[in-house]
């Protein structure tokens, strides 16, 4: 035992398995968090969709309308119906992870994590609340 | 170089993440769907520009747009190195990625901040 | 209940082929009876030439990690009964190296575990006459799930970013790492932090959480990852404060 083991990646006669590039469509739980990642995809999608709001904002009324137009076209549509199931998965998988990553303590006890995501879920819906509210006023 | 930055990079991922799940359902609800459907009415170009005279709804409207870019950027990124082992291109992809997202962060800030007033 | 079960086992003997191959073998149905009894039962009867690690048979030593029915498990906690229909499939454990059969190189995951220094590290030490070190039940349970890892792990096994980045220093070594860092008499968080915020240690982690799924302990080492971030990109954001000494 004089010296330390050593690791042998090529040790000639031991296998090893190649990892296929399909390694995701190989188990369920996979695949999931592979369309959960690929929701960046839809985050991002809707991201350049609010800058194109604000710009238009910014250019004139006429602008923004041509804005809305373009939101009401069937590609604009579809686009968004599909960003939309991608976004809220996207929310859900988010507040029920965040609690794993975010241990809160109260006087040296942890705080459930049940109760941490369900606050998240509160203050998702008081925020949406606030968004409709700003925006539907007019 | 990149991996001095990793710890401030999942910063901006778990920020946009957060932002992203707390607002986009309601905004791209409404901005993608509701409005366009005519569901609901959508603002008025004047209500609109009087809301983002205000400096906080600016700063607002940067985060939501800037950090889920980031999010997605940094996500996107790990999804292209661990999906499709296209670990050769690292630099190059980590450049596309949260250059796109800087990219959209200058344009998101310009266009807010031309707005008079 | 069926009186007999058909077991499909991994077989690899690198002098006699190149590829692992799969033999069938039919052994007796008993209730009671898990995957590794079923094992012992091939090799003591019907074929001794299989090699598979096994100890206590009873889920504290995590030698016996396998994939059942691709599933990675300890094979002293599969029962036979649950796997039903047969054939049970048996296989080593993924992205180790296969040395024999189901044994698989474990010396990666060892030498890993060596590198985060899962040992309490102490700037001082105390003398014996100022007594022990105290520690709150509260200050126990911060790190108590982290210290059940039995090293067995499965946590590799079902973690895809291991498979495709064998550098990454994996669920168990970080969660090792996390159960001293925050264990109140340890002083190492420091030099854990900066061998594992290099390019193979936690940012590497997606959080896909399949580790968390199979370990048989309720480790959580996902958990463990997730906080690591937070407190690592907490002291990073503290660095960079013009008051902080580095």
């Known amino acids: 035992m004089s010296s330390p083991a050593r690791y042998t990646p090529y040790h000639p006669r031991w296998h090893r398995r190649r990892v296929s590039v399909w390694w995701w469509l190989e188990k369920g739980s996979y695949t999931v968090f592979v369309l959960r990642e690929l929701t960046s995809v839809a985050v991002a999608f809707f991201a350049v969709v609010t800058l194109g709001l604000v710009r238009a904002v910014a250019e004139g009324p006429d602008a923004y309308q041509r804005f809305l137009a373009r939101l009401g076209t069937p590609l604009f549509l579809s686009l968004h119906v599909v960003a939309f199931v991608f976004v809220l998965f996207h929310a859900i998988t988010w507040f029920n992870l965040a609690p794993k990553a975010m241990v809160v303590r109260i006087k040296g006890k942890r705080v459930p994590d049940a109760i941490v995501t369900g606050l998240n879920y509160g203050a998702w819906l008081v925020l949406s609340g606030a968004v409709a509210f700003f925006l539907l006023r007019g | ?117 | 209940m069926p009186e007999t079960v058909t077991l499909s086992v991994t077989r690899y003997r690198p002098e006699q082929e190149g590829e692992p191959v799969f033999q069938e073998y039919e052994v007796p149905f008993r209730k009671d009876w898990v995957v590794l009894d079923a094992l012992n039962h091939i090799k003591d009867r019907l074929d001794g030439s299989l090699s598979f690690r096994w100890s206590c048979r009873m889920g504290v030593c995590g030698s016996c990690g396998m994939k059942v029915n691709g599933e990675p498990k300890l094979t002293c906690a599969a029962f036979l009964s649950s796997h039903l229909p047969g054939p049970i499939r048996v296989e080593p454990l993924d992205y180790f190296a296969v040395v024999r059969d189901l044994v698989v190189d474990l010396t990666d995951f060892l030498h890993k575990l060596k590198k985060v220094k899962p040992w309490l590290v102490r700037r001082h030490e105390k003398g014996v006459a100022e007594g022990e070190y105290r520690q709150t039940p509260d200050e126990l349970d911060t790190y108590k799930p982290w210290s059940m890892c039995i090293n067995c792990m499965l946590c590799y096994s079902a973690c895809p970013i291991y498979g495709l980045e064998p550098g990454f220093i994996g669920p168990a070594a970080i969660a090792l790492a996390q159960r001293y860092n925050q264990d109140s008499r340890d002083q190492g968080a420091a030099e854990r932090l900066e061998i594992l915020s290099g390019h193979d240690g936690l940012w590497q982690c997606t959080f896909v959480g399949e580790c968390s799924k199979v370990c048989p302990k309720n480790v959580d080492p996902a958990g463990a990852i997730q906080q690591y971030k937070l407190a690592a990109a907490a002291h990073w954001f503290k660095t960079l404060l013009p008051w902080s000494a580095k």
């Not at chain 2, 769907?33 to 205000?54: C, K, M, Q």
């Not at chain 2, 999804?79 to 959209?104: E, P, R, S």
């Open chain 2, 1 to 117: 170089m990149l991996e001095r930055l990793t710890p401030f990079l999942w910063l901006l991922f778990s920020a946009g993440g957060t932002v992203a799940a707390l607002l986009f359902p309601a905004h791209l609800f409404l901005t993608g769907l509701a409005f366009p459907l005519g569901w609901l009415d959508p603002p008025s170009h004047e209500v609109l520009l009087t809301l983002l005279r205000h400096p906080l709804t600016r700063l607002y409207f940067l985060a939501l747009i800037s950090l889920p870019l980031f999010h997605g950027a940094h996500r996107f990124r790990y999804t292209l190195y661990d999906g499709l082992q296209l670990k050769h291109l690292t630099v190059l992809i980590a450049v596309l990625c949260y250059g796109t997202a800087l990219a959209g962060t200058a344009l998101a800030a310009h266009a807010l901040w031309s707005i008079p007033g």
